[in-house]
């Protein structure tokens, strides 16, 4: 069975939360923070990712995030997957970083957004043992960013808040509307156990419900558009000027290099329907580990080689309907 469809669409606002592996720490230290901080850079420039407010939190982030593209899935997969490649390398360590898929919570930023930065910036000090005392020394957060005692990276989005503030002197304004604490809706919405999928009015959850099940069956009805397994290995086989074979049997010993199977594991995982088993079965990969450990290698060889990430960027744009 594939995954849940994501609702997607252009121009959709998400909160978006992830954290660590049996509530481990993901960020021990600047490094840390600043590498994760990279990866939301990278995001917004490669794939249009839009941060309009975030807050790192030792062994969790939330994020206020818009995506002009319709392109979530994209967008985390490289937050998540490059975060945890330099995570690991920084802590000498190797494996899963993340207990799992990121959640996401589509949200009606016209009703909602305002709230929604409120609930992310107060995060260090609504908690059993606040972290600062004054939100504004809190450095790994967008809150001193928005009220003006640290330089907003260009990245970050904060007009959305500043216009739903609607305040003439918004450094202040801001400022004195996250002292006033969680409104009752927003603290409720966020207390319960297992949060909705969608932070909104009615009438906005019953259209997206709506729409999504239209999207459902487009999705269904053109399953076809979407290149299959097959298709990308003979691709990739082609630009590389290899055999399938040599990209689907894994090279024997250590350290053996194997980039177009790499390339070919991270488009199946990409653009192909099919399960993680189903891929890991067809490169006769015993576990499905096996998929990131690759496209983990293949990730960190793009980043200094421009020649194999032009060649993934082509694939990728030859293989996408």
Known sequence: MPRPVRINFEGAYYHVMNRGRGRQLIFHGNDYYHSFLTCLKEANERFGLEVIAYCMMGNHYHLFVKTPFANLDR????????????????????????????????????????????????????????????????????????????????????????????????????????????????????????????????????????ENEERRLLIDLHQGNFPNIKEIINAVAKAFGVE???ITKSRQGRGSENIPRWVALYLCRELSQATLKTIAGEFSIVHISGISKAVSKLQLMMEGNQVIEDSVRVLYQQLTP
């Open 75 to 210: 967008c985390m997969r490289h937050i998540n997957g490059l975060y945890t490649q330099r995570y690991n390398r920084l802590n000498k360590t190797d494996g899963p970083l993340f207990r799992g898929r990121y959640k996401a919570i589509l949200v009606e930023a016209d009703a909602y957004g305002l709230h929604l930065s409120r609930y992310i910036h107060r995060n260090p000090i609504d908690m059993k043992r606040p972290l600062v005392e004054r939100l504004e020394d809190y450095p790994w957060s967008s809150y001193p960013c928005y009220i003006n005692k640290a330089g907003s990276p260009d990245w970050l989005r904060s007009d959305l808040v500043y216009d739903l503030l609607g305040a003439k002197q918004r450094y202040a304004s801001y400022a004195q509307y996250v002292e006033l604490g969680l409104d009752e809706e927003t603290r409720s919405f966020y207390s319960k156990e297992n949060q909705a999928a969608i932070l909104g009015g009615a009438d906005f959850v019953n259209r997206v419900k709506a």
């Open 244 to 246: 399938a074979l040599e």
